[in-house]
């Protein structure tokens, strides 16, 4: 006979993914002439073949359902001089896009400039996961934007971070 076990807390299961290495992207869309976006550290590739990403963000996003209303999206990928711009993205109820300059992506997203690339998607699929939503892209243009900014914002045990960080 085993005993039941405990549940596992928020605080201690988030500590224990803070051990994972993630990059940080910026999730943006656009429509009825508003830019939307938001930060987001849940990115990776699904498939080359379609060219398929995806990415979670909390139910109670303000910003995915008018994203979702647009049917697209684009993926920024951050550079590590960007730990401003991803808190700026990451706080709720702000102009977001105050001092940002942007340009429009194929698909009609804001591509933020200084990222290290960008991929545009139209959303393929989504599933519901808890208290977050799984959001499936299909890649339908991407291009690298500074050559110059090689090194990717890195978030680690709560801190951006960089990759010569011992």
């Not at 994203?67 to 684009?74: K, N, V, Y």
């Amino acid at each position: 006979m085993s005993l039941p076990r405990p549940a596992i807390e928020p605080l201690r299961f988030r500590e224990a993914l803070g051990h994972y290495a993630s990059g940080i992207t910026i999730i943006t869309s656009h429509i009825d002439d508003e830019p939307l976006g938001f930060t987001c550290q849940s990115f990776y590739s699904v498939s080359t073949t379609p060219p398929l990403v995806s990415f979670s963000v909390m139910a109670t996003s303000a910003s995915y359902p008018r994203i979702r209303q647009a049917g697209r999206f684009a993926v920024n990928i951050l550079s590590g001089e960007q730990a401003d711009i991803s808190n700026q993205f990451a706080r709720r109820g702000t102009d977001k896009w105050r001092g940002v300059d942007w340009q429009t992506s194929p698909l009609g997203n804001p591509i933020i400039p200084g990222s290290l690339h960008w991929l545009d998607c139209e959303i393929y699929a989504e599933h519901a996961a808890g208290d977050h939503m799984i959001v499936i892209g299909e890649v339908k243009a991407l291009d690298a934007q500074d050559a110059a900014a090689n090194q990717p914002l890195l978030y680690f045990k709560g801190q951006y971070r960089n990759i010569a960080d011992h």
